[in-house]
Nanobody, 126 residues
Framework: QVQLVESGGGLVQAGGSLRLACAASGRTFGSYSMAWFRQPPEKEREFVAGIKGNGSRTAYAESVKGRFIISRDNALNTVYLQMNSLKPEDTAVYYC???????????????????WGQGTQVTVSS
């Protein structure tokens, strides 16, 4: 069983930065794509960013391109999301997730991911 634990959320003013981290249990972390999703208030969960297991490929939602950076440290079993130039519309609960299938991706749809963290709240004030 894989456990994912997010940290780093909080309250920040528009234009500010936050760095989220997601620590994973298990020995096969480096074989799987990881992704960040978010769920704004009263909206559906949406893809934010993803990274392949070996870090060779990344993908971003159009709304965060140029502002957010996803990275991973396989030695620490951790994936990060550096969020810069934050906007009020970035306010959401942010979740990290691990793909169902090894050695592919990153994929863009929530159904492709089988393990999820508990979420961390990010609030951006205007």
């Amino acid at each position: 069983q894989v456990q994912l634990v997010e940290s780093g959320g909080g309250l920040v003013q528009a234009g500010g930065s936050l760095r989220l981290a997601c620590a994973a249990s298990g020995r096969t972390f480096g074989s799987y794509s990881m992704a960040w999703f978010r769920q704004p208030p009263e909206k559906e969960r949406e893809f934010v960013a993803g990274i392949k297991g070996n870090g060779s490929r990344t993908a971003y939602a159009e709304s965060v391109k140029g502002r957010f950076i996803i990275s991973r440290d396989n030695a620490l079993n951790t994936v990060y999301l550096q969020m810069n130039s934050l906007k009020p519309e970035d306010t959401a609960v942010y979740y990290c997730a691990r793909d169902r299938v090894a050695r592919i991706g990153p994929r863009l749809f929530a159904d492709d991911y089988s393990y999820w963290g508990q979420g961390t709240q990010v609030t951006v004030s205007s």
